[in-house]
Every structure is written in C-alpha cells, then in structure tokens.
C-alpha cells in the first residue's frame, strides 16, 4: 500500500520523544504487536527521515557472534566509526549507550523478545547499563516485538530486570473495518460482499490487504495458487514461535477454526486432553481468546475458545484442514471448496467484523455474546454502556430478509432476566451484508486518518 493510515498518533508521539531527547534524556519505548501488523513499518515512518540519527537492528534467530558481527558493521557504516569491534552484544549496546551522550540518536531493536533465545544473561547486563547511562544518554531506545505475552513479561513481569524500565509503550493493533473499507474506496474495489472477504482474509493485517489489492477482483485465483504466499503463511506465522510442539498447537488451532470451540469439544474430536494447550494459545501466544456469555463471571467454566485473527480462522478452515490437496498443488479442489462454503464461513465472520465495528467506536463499555447454560437462546452480540444504561441486541444475518424480530425479542427476554440492567434502555437490530454501509455511518467517523509513505 502506497497510502500509510490509522497510524497518526503513534507517529506523532514516537517523533515527539526523538525530538527532544536533549532535554529528556534516554527515553525507552516498547512496541508490541501481532506479526505482519505492521511494526516495523510504523516505526520505518516514523524515523526514516532522521538518517544519521536513527539506528536499526533486528534480532535475527543467529546465534551471539553472527549478530555482533553484523551489528558491529551496521554502526561502523551507518555512524562512521572507523574503529570499532565488539566482542558481545553487550558490547554493541554499551558502546551505543555511550555514543548518544554525545548527540540524540534513536535505536530500534527489532524482534527484542528473541534476545532470550540468543543470550538470555543479557537482560540483566542491559538493565544494569540502561540504569547507569539514562539520566546522561540522549537516546531513545525502540524495544519492538511480536510476542505481546513475552513482551509484557520481561517489561512487566515480577523480578524481571527490566521491570518497569519503559517510559512509553504502545501496542499496535490491526487496521480496524474502517480503515479496511477506506483502503478499498481509494482503490475503487469496495462493495459491502467484498469487504466480507477482505476481512475474512485479512483481519486487518496491512501485509495481507497488500496482497489483496495486488490481486484486486481475482481474489481467489491469485491468492490460491502455487506462487502465492497466503498458502504457507499460517506455517511462516506461527511455527517458529510454537517450536517442537507446533502439530499439537496446530491440531487444536484447527478444531477451534472448525467449531469445535468448547475445552469438552476439543478434547472429544482430538481424542487428547488440551488443557495446557489452550493456556499458552492464549496466555503465551495470544493466538486465542476466551468468550463467555455476557452476563457470566470472569471464573465462569462457561468459556468457548476463538481465534483472534479472522486470517488465521481463513487459513486453518480452508487451507491447514486441506493440506493434501495443497501439497498435491490442487488449487481447484480448495477453488470448488471456497465456492461451495465460503459464503456459510463467511457469513459466520460477519459477527466479528460488526462486532471489531463496535468495540472501536467507543460507545459501549461492556461487549460479548449471550448463550443459555443449555447452549441455547444464543444471542449473536450484545453491547452495553453503563453509563447511559443503554443496551443493544444485535443479531447478525447476511441478509435482512432473513431476520425474526420476534425470535431475537424472545432471546432478549431471557437474556434481561440474567443480566439485571434495571432501567436500562434496549433496542434489537438486525445487522447484515444489506444494511451494511448505514452501521458504518452510525458507528464509525466519516474520515480516517492516511499519510503518504515517506512523508
């Protein structure tokens, strides 16, 4: 994408704090972010521009001595110093440390969570010298990285030697519905059933919508083929980070996308208990999330599991669960499959689309589904603003037609006997494919923010 958007703010702020470090001081900012989010890129915007003064390194899987050894000749031509040779990494941050005493400079440490893998001992060897230069160094240390879970722990987590030590964080998140439908104006490619699509196949990641706009109408025909990157990016994604237990990982991430949601489910399809499984998809990797109904306690055994990523949903439905067919390059089975059910699989997305909508309009403070402990008198979305007691009941269809107010109001009935939202003001809509484009004008702002690259 040639156009750069929604990323204003975090620009903005990051570019403050470069700005003036002469008067500040070390500054340390953390970024985290789901791979292919676009982290790299914001931060590539945001000081490209500073030359000189703008260093970037990335913490490649290599072991110590290749990346000193790369690193070291990164400083020694971008700031052409003639002499200099590290025996460590260490070394490298101590001597850059030393460096921005003497003139502001920014220092981008790309992947930063893999330094456990590289050097694990050198945590407390930064914390040690960060401690020492901060109040003296003019540096504005970028710690980014994929694994938002790792991240908060060396950053957040008890007795770890960085605790507390950023002075700025932020957590970058996919491109919201609006921002996805905005792209798709700017390339006159917007209808409310393509957008279905983008969405099922993107979530908002900007790497994938760039994928998507190279293949324009053909979607399918370009992205499912032998040349395309889609079919492997699951593997790319997430294999490394799982390691030696990726088939395990994978298994449940594929029933989950299947339907089989609940723990019960799970285990009684894979014929496997799965429990510490699904504590580090979630806690560890932040691959899956908990639902409860609305009205439930947070120790609620009442919990279905989903993937967070629309994408990834996609990619184990259609392609991980088809796997024989793409190792025999059939792309026209997986091509009959996407014509025979994508439009039921995406009709169920549909309710993650609204639903990403609502959370990012800032009207509700509460928001989820509604379910029975039977599994019955399922409501699709259920948001709530305490504040104006104001609740809204949302069923989700793709087609308007389809609709029974008086199914959905027997629901809320049920659902008003739990929750005890006493005096609270309830309306039940119907969202849908139809009446797509009135939710986004009541519920997302008319212009969003865009930059061009390089500006």
Known sequence: METFYNRE??????????????????????????????????????????????????????????????????IRNQLNVRFFHPAALRDIFEFLF????????????????????????????LQNLWDHYKQQTQLHWVCCGSLYSLMIRLFKGDK??????????????PLSPIFVRQIMLDNNLYT???????????????????????ARENTFNQLISSSSPLIEEGLHRLVEDFGSEHRTYFD????????????ARIESYLDMGVGPVL???????????????????????DVRYKLIDPFLTFWFYFIHANRSAIELENFAYIHQLLERDFATFSGMQLENLFTTLLAQSGRFNRMGGYWDNKGENEIDIVAINDLQKYILVIEVKRQLKRFEPQVLARKTAHLLQ?????????????????????VFSEFAPATVEKVTQGR
Not at 18 to 40: D, F, I, P, Y
Not at 160 to 173: G, T, Y
Not at 194 to 204: A, N
Not at 279 to 301: C, M, Y
């Open 9 to 74: 703010p975090q620009l903005a702020k990051l570019r403050a704090i470069s700005a003036r470090l002469e008067q500040s001081k070390g500054q340390l900012s953390v970024v985290v972010g789901r791979r292919r989010v676009g982290k790299t890129r914001l931060l590539n915007e945001a000081f490209s521009l500073q030359q000189d003064s703008f260093l970037y390194l990335f913490i490649s899987r290599k072991n110590e001595a290749a990346l000193v050894d790369e690193f070291a000749g990164i």
């Open 192 to 214: 409310p059933e393509r957008l279905l699509l983008w969405w099922c196949l993107s979530g908002g990641i900007p790497k994938y919508l760039e994928w998507l706009l190279h």
């Open 160 to 173: 770890q030697p960085l605790l507390n030590r950023d002075d700025h964080f932020f957590k970058i998140q």
């Open 98 to 125: 030393d460096f921005a005493r003497h003139r502001p400079l920014t220092l981008v440490v790309d992947e930063f969570q893999d330094i456990e893998r590289v050097n694990p001992g050198l945590f407390s060897d």
């Open 418 to 438: 739990k929750i005890h939202c006493k005096d609270y003001q309830v309306e039940q809509r119907c969202f849908a494919l139809d009446n797509l484009d009135d």
């Open 279 to 301: 504590e580090k998809l979630e806690a560890d990797f932040a691959v899956i999330a908990k639902q409860r109904p609305i009205h439930a306690r947070e120790n609620s055994r």
């Open 252 to 263: 449940v991430l594929a029933a989950i996308a299947q339907g089989y949601t609940s723990r």
